[in-house]
């Protein structure tokens, strides 16, 4: 009904900055709520933002003030930027999406996922 795919992840030095984008398809592709996770190894699968259907944002404390989450809904992409970036942002990038409006950081909560983008910080 809903598929994500992810691009944009590599390998970027501590301090460089990375554009994440998700492009959306299906036959419910539209009226979504946008999420980014990501997981590290070893450790469960975190919340980083989220952008509703009129642009609301919200993010997570690890990267507030340095991250922007946006949308495109005409070309039915998501993006995730992230500058100033750390060693412990090294993990697989997943983007999400939920039909209803609600907002929630839960993995539990989320209809649809991408496949996931590897992003590595590393001098």
């Known amino acids: 009904q809903v598929q994500l795919v992810e691009s944009g992840g590599g390998l970027v030095q501590p301090g460089g900055s990375l554009s994440l984008t998700c492009v959306v398809s299906g036959r419910l592709s539209e009226n979504l709520r946008m999420a980014w996770f990501r997981q590290s190894p070893g450790k469960e699968r975190e919340f980083v933002a989220t952008?509703?259907?009129?642009?609301?944002?919200y993010y997570a404390d690890y990267v507030k003030g340095r991250s922007a989450i946006s949308r495109d809904d005409s070309k039915k992409t998501a993006y995730l930027r992230i500058d100033n970036l750390r060693l412990s942002d090294t993990a697989i990038y997943f983007c999400?999406?939920?039909?209803?409006?609600?907002?929630?950081?839960?993995?539990?909560?989320?209809?649809?996922w991408g496949q996931g983008t590897q992003v590595t910080v590393s001098s």
């Open positions: 952008i509703n259907q009129i642009g609301s944002t």
């Open positions: 999400a999406a939920k039909t209803r409006t609600s907002f929630s950081t839960a993995v539990d909560q989320w209809n649809y």
